[in-house]
């Protein structure tokens, strides 16, 4: 993937925004999760950071090695406080620093790990909506996978730094069923409690069956109606009670009943409620296999999970496929931008 000029350039004026708008001293240190990669760095010296990072820029070529050496192993907290301590020792911004330095893919990655986790994926949203064409993709990856809270804090970053609605301007890119899948998971309407209620649970199940398999045609609206508002616990007895009554797997009846676009986003709502971790393991596989990579799934990806439950994706990337997804990544890319993903990845194992 070559990133273009423009594209990055947005990338800095957002990070730059979104330093403004943050209340650093309201944020901890610890990582986002407890099952990623990257971790809260004891002794954590902000200054030394931030003076080591200019050091490895200052002075003809830079020294790609210190920045990756210090970033992946800081949280997104962190990262911010070397941002703050940057631009009062140095008296400039470092993105504007980094970005003269980097280059390509590797920029991506660095600058991505520079965002708070709401800026950064409402920055990936609007990448995806604007310019000719939309990467759907991207648009289900995001919605399907983050929670309610997560959801609310996305729409209100990028209104915020965007100046512009994401429900709007997903409406504005998007048609149909598609379309209203999306809307629906933007209004993080999910609930969020654990209960179980069986007798609904086996009424779910009918009502999907009745909608798809049962007759010739497929009532859309009885899948969004059960798969965007119920609460995990639930669905996943719903899906129970569907094998029982459909004979097969929700997924395969998705795959059956539907196509495109929506196919994808409503098997990206069920696998996500199944097995998150298992869900991007596949979705960074598929980036990878074959000729080329698309490396804007992999950089999102490594770089949103990587304190999150990075640890748990490669555990099921091994099950799925049998190698490492250390080893993947260290076949498909090259130089920084490889080594730096290697070490979001945290090892062969």
Known sequence: MNCSISHLNHFRSVLISSSQNLNLSSITMAALGNRGTVTEASGFNPEEDAQKIYSAMKGAGTNEATIIEILVRRTIAQRQKIKEAFKQSVGKELLDCLKSELTGNFEMVVVGLMMPAPVYDAYELRNAIKGAGTEEACLIDILASRSTTEIKEIVATYKREHGKSLEDDVCGDTSGMFQRVLVSLLTAGRDESTKVDEAQAVQDAKDIYEA?????????????????????????????EYQKIA???????????????????????VKCLKNKPAFFAERLYKSMKGLGTTDSVLIRIMVARAEIDMLDIKAEFLKMYGKTLHSFIKGDTSGDYRKILLELCGGEK
């Open 212 to 240: 798809g398999e049962a007759h010739w045609g497929t009532d859309e609206v009885k899948f969004l109606t059960v798969l965007c508002v119920r609460n995990r616990n639930h669905l996943l007895r719903v899906f129970q």
């Open 247 to 269: 004979g097969r797997d929700i997924e395969d009846s998705i795959k059956r009943e539907m196509s495109g676009c929506l196919e994808d986003a409503f098997l990206a709502i």
